[in-house]
């Protein structure tokens, strides 16, 4: 474990470009490993979680080649639906659920066992949030107590086509069902009471498959995708993480004098929750350069620092921030009144309990604040906290990266136990938070 620590900064100035977009990366490897011919991959986020499924998806016999082989980009050699052979070995998911979860989904419906394991974090997670809806399909499971993880899937090609109604809102969930569903008869349908991040069923279509998605009167989605399609190899472009720019975003709306450019982030409108509550804060974020690619909406974000002022976030906006929670508690503690965040209980089976670390990492900064099961009052005073505290990061790469964050901008250094976790979502976090003018050492 190597610490590492950010100090007061001046201020941010110039443009970057952040890594690629972790849930259309994890996608990506995975439909190109089940298309028929060759899928191109531009800009595949090469963080340790996304290498763990190709590493799973070339176990299983799809043939990759990385850029360094191929001129810049991945290129995926897929199997077919269903075509994916027993792995001799046990799958090693690394630190992520996405991973783990959808290639659940991917393995219940090939007639043979897929072992899966995982680090400490992953291991302690729910599963059986997935492995429930893919036994009624038939699909079965050996895993440790509690549902988690390290899990046997034993899969089969006759599974039941299901309709299931998501007990939480998980876009994980809904894939694995939605993956499982692509080698099963019939037509298989997840309803969600609130829209989650939609990657997989925009990226369904993009490989052919034919996937409807009806908007329900309150606002929810039934999204049914039809057995046994021809997908083939296409062309993806990953735009850059919303999830990752949120970092930088707000790093320079905390740190007076800045003024950042993000350019080529992906604006799914199921994802820019964040931007929407930063906005509400007084934050001054704007798009420029808005276009589409490969089926994703994409734009450059330009950001200002801004005095921000505490908001109530709705339990509605969950799911379109989901993993924004930590990096929005930050800017909280540096905006003047309270922030309130409702309905954010998923936040306790994260990569960590990361209602629970958040928490307590603000307190030792010098924060006040209220933590219930499943909401966090967050009350900033309208200058930074005083900081100067150690922060276990819990193998989780969104608590590191949050609170170096906010040492950029509190009195004293912030320092965080472990910075390996960052390389699950953004290798070079540091170097690139440095090269605007950050002090992480
Ligand atoms: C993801 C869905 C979310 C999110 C995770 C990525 C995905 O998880 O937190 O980082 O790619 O589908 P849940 O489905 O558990 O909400």
């Given at each position: 474990?190597?610490a ?12 970057i ?9 994890h996608r990506?490897l ?10 191109t ?6 963080g340790e979680?996304?290498l ?5 998806m070339?176990?299983?016999g ?11 980009v ?8 269903g075509?994916?052979s ?50 009624q ?24 086509p ?26 298989t ?5 609130h ?14 498959a034919t996937?409807?998605t ?8 039934r999204?049914?995708v039809?057995g046994?399609?021809?997908l ?31 350019s ?20 001054d ?20 620092s801004s ?24 800017a ?7 922030t ?5 209980g ?13 928490a ?16 966090m ?18 193998l989780?790469?969104r ?10 901008a ?32």
């Open positions: 474990m190597s590492i620590a950010s100090h007061k900064c001046k201020n941010l100035k110039g443009r470009v952040v890594p690629g977009d972790k849930s259309i990366s990506a995975m439909l190109g490993g089940i298309a028929v011919g060759e899928t991959i531009h800009g595949l986020l090469e979680d996304v763990c499924t190709a590493a799973a070339e176990q299983m799809a043939q990759i080649e990385r850029p360094s082989e191929s001129g810049g991945w290129r995926v050699y897929g199997r077919g639906v075509g994916l027993e792995p001799t070995e046990t799958l090693d998911m690394g630190n992520s659920g996405t991973a783990a979860r959808l290639m659940t989904g991917l393995m219940a419906a090939h007639p043979f066992s897929t072992k899966f394991s995982g680090d400490a974090s992953l291991n302690s997670r729910p599963m059986a949030r997935v492995t429930v809806p893919l036994e399909m038939g699909a079965s499971f050996v895993t440790e107590d509690g549902g988690r993880m390290p899990m046997t899937v034993k899969g089969s090609d006759q599974l039941m299901i309709e299931y109604t998501l007990p939480v809102a998980s876009a994980q969930v809904k894939s694995a069902v939605l993956f499982a569903g692509l080698n099963t008869a019939g037509i349908t997840v309803i969600e009471s829209a989650t991040r939609d990657h997989s069923e925009r990226m369904l279509q993009h490989f052919g996937v409807e009806e908007v329900m009167n309150d606002g929810g989605r999204i049914s039809t046994y399609p021809e083939t190899g296409q062309a993806v472009i990953v735009p850059s993480d919303i999830s990752s720019a949120a970092f930088p975003v707000v790093a320079a709306l905390i740190t007076p004098g800045s003024h950042i450019t993000i080529g982030v992906g604006m799914n409108p199921l994802r820019t929750g964040i931007l929407d509550t930063l906005i509400e804060m007084g934050g974020i704007q798009f420029v350069n808005e276009c589409e690619e490969a089926g994703e909406p994409v734009a450059d974000i330009v950001v200002k005095n921000l002022t505490g908001v109530v976030v709705p339990p509605e906006r969950a799911p379109s921030m989901i993993d924004e929670y930590p990096v929005l508690a930050m909280a503690a540096c905006a003047s009144g309270s309130r965040m409702d309905g954010i998923e936040l306790r089976v994260k990569e960590s309990d990361r209602l629970g670390v958040v307590r990492g603000l307190i030792a900064a010098g924060v006040q604040l209220e933590e219930g099961e499943d909401w009052t967050v009350h900033g005073t309208g200058s930074p906290p005083k900081g100067g505290n150690m922060v276990a990061a819990e989780d790469h608590i590191a990266m949050s609170f170096l964050i906010l040492g950029m509190s009195d004293q250094p912030i320092t965080v136990d472990d910075a390996s976790p960052m390389d699950t979502s953004f290798p070079g976090f540091a170097d690139l938070m440095n090269d605007l003018g950050a002090e992480i050492k």
